[in-house]
């Protein structure tokens, strides 16, 4: 990629930020979908990521790379502050979610009813 001039590798970050993200979103939300019917419990995690973190970060993005916010800017800080507050309560989620998996009461159910 060096020898894409500054305004080419810029448009093709926007290209992917604007097929990627709408791309990864469709696709999370049918895997959550999915989740909830067979009551997976890292439904709630995927779904936090969807609308917690990818918001987030896709903001975040868009602010530094295309309207090229100096990092110590007030919002851009803020921005950042709000994802690593959401990273820590999508880790907390999934940290509390993996118990279910942990728990051999909840493993035996999932096999009984798989099998009925």
Same mark, same amino acid.
């Given at each position: 990629? *060096?020898?894409?001039?500054?305004?080419? $590798?810029? #448009?093709?970050?926007? @290209?992917?930020?604007?097929?990627? @993200?709408? !791309? #990864?979103?469709?696709?999370?939300?049918? !895997? /959550?979908?999915?989740? +909830? +019917?067979?009551?997976?419990?890292?439904?709630?995690? #995927?779904?936090?990521? +969807?609308?917690?973190?990818?918001?987030?970060?896709? #903001?975040?993005?868009? =602010?530094? &790379?295309? $309207? &090229? =916010?100096?990092?110590?800017? /007030?919002?851009?800080? =803020? /921005?950042? *502050?709000? $994802?690593?507050?959401?990273? /820590?309560?999508?880790?907390?989620? !999934? @940290?509390? +979610? *993996?118990?279910? $998996?942990?728990?051999?009461?909840?493993?035996?159910?999932?096999?009984?009813?798989?099998?009925?």
């Amino acid at each position: 990629m *060096s020898n894409l001039s500054s305004d080419q $590798f810029t #448009l093709l970050q926007g @290209l992917v930020l604007i097929l990627g @993200l709408p !791309l #990864l979103v469709v696709g999370l939300g049918e !895997l /959550i979908e999915r989740c +909830r +019917r067979h009551k997976n419990p890292l439904a709630s995690v #995927l779904n936090a990521t +969807r609308n917690l973190l990818l918001p987030l970060l896709a #903001l975040w993005l868009v =602010m530094r &790379q295309f $309207f &090229q =916010m100096p990092e110590d800017a /007030i919002a851009l800080r =803020m /921005i950042g *502050s709000l $994802f690593w507050i959401a990273c /820590i309560y999508t880790t907390l989620l !999934l @940290l509390n +979610r *993996s118990q279910d $998996f942990c728990d051999l009461n909840y493993l035996a159910t999932k096999i009984v009813n798989h099998s009925l």
